[in-house]
């Protein structure tokens, strides 16, 4: 049996609506095409399931009882996953079957890269910040810190023109060889939300691929639909990237970050505070 050309993991929490718009804009040619699509329902309490069961007969639907997180719902995809290419989809991201195939072919054009990203635009029409970066190692994060200190701006322009290679692309929309995930391995589910697309590109470029994002395929993303409020995943951010630094740059490094995370965060609290007392 030929294996399909794409395979498309899309993960879903409580985004009931959000996941049926998403599939709805590439599911019939998809299949028509032989791709095989997967949504992960990661503990949804919202009648997800029933509702893509109904409407989507040829999805692959793996369900689980509880939230694993982003890398462990997302893992549970890949583990069914067959294509020689794999997209991983937050349910919150449109994109056409033509935007999937034509980004995959141009990943497989190039045999030295092993992950590509198409550009993320956001409801407003601008590029997204934060789609894709720098590794976040700790003197990355101290220039960082202090450019948004000082208000001095972003350390990327996102409105690229042409593609580029890059050190890391967002799990929002990622297409990945399968011969990447047969070598690097999953997800790291260590991360349960934020980092775990910074850990898995560095994992492919130690073992030697190049990581895209490539601004001639476009997809829609809604952004942070599917997240708790703010407040709750902040922490949750600061855990992630702790666990990163502590992973890839070891222990002193890693107390480095947990200072200069711990003065931001009071220079923040410092800020809000002045800007609120009255003059």
């Known amino acids: 049996m030929d294996l399909p050309f794409l395979t498309i993991v899309v993960l879903t929490y409580n985004t009931c609506n959000l996941v049926v718009q998403c599939l709805e804009n590439f599911y019939n040619q998809a299949i028509r095409l032989g791709w095989q699509v997967i949504v992960v329902d990661n503990g949804s309490v919202d009648n997800t399931a029933h509702i893509i069961a109904k409407n989507f007969p040829k999805v ?31 349910s919150d991201v449109l994109a056409s079957a033509e935007t999937l195939e034509a980004a995959a072919r141009a990943l497989l054009a190039q045999p030295g890269v092993g992950a590509l990203s198409p550009l ?34 972003p350390m990327h322009q996102w409105n690229v023109e042409h593609p580029i290679e890059v050190d890391w692309v967002s ?29 898995w590109c560095l994992r492919m470029r130690k073992a030697g691929w190049r990581i895209v994002y490539d601004p001639r395929f476009e997809v829609l993303h809604l952004g942070g639909a ?10 949750v951010y600061y855990q992630s990237l702790l666990r990163f630094t502590a992973k890839h740059y070891g222990a002193w490094k890693t107390g480095v970050v947990w ?13 809000r505070f002045l800007g609120s007392v009255p003059k």
Request: hydrophobic share 40%; net charge positive; with cysteine.
């Open 171 to 199: 799990g929002a929309c990622m297409l990945v060889r399968r011969d990447v995930v047969d070598q690097v391995g999953l997800l790291d589910e260590r991360f349960f939300l934020y980092f775990e697309d910074n850990d």
């Open 120 to 153: 993320l635009r956001t409801p407003d029409g601008k590029p997204q910040p934060f789609a894709f970066g720098k590794d976040q190692s700790p003197g990355y994060l101290l220039i960082r810190g202090l450019r948004t200190i000082l208000g001095l701006g």
């Open 259 to 271: 200072i200069l995370l711990s003065g931001y965060r009071i220079l923040q609290w410092a800020r």
């Open 226 to 235: 599917s997240l708790p409020q703010r407040h709750r995943v902040t922490p």
């Open 60 to 90: 692959e639907l793996i369900r689980s009882e509880q939230n694993l997180g982003f890398a462990g719902g997302v893992n549970l995809g890949l583990r069914q996953a067959a294509g020689q290419v794999i997209v991983l989809m937050n």
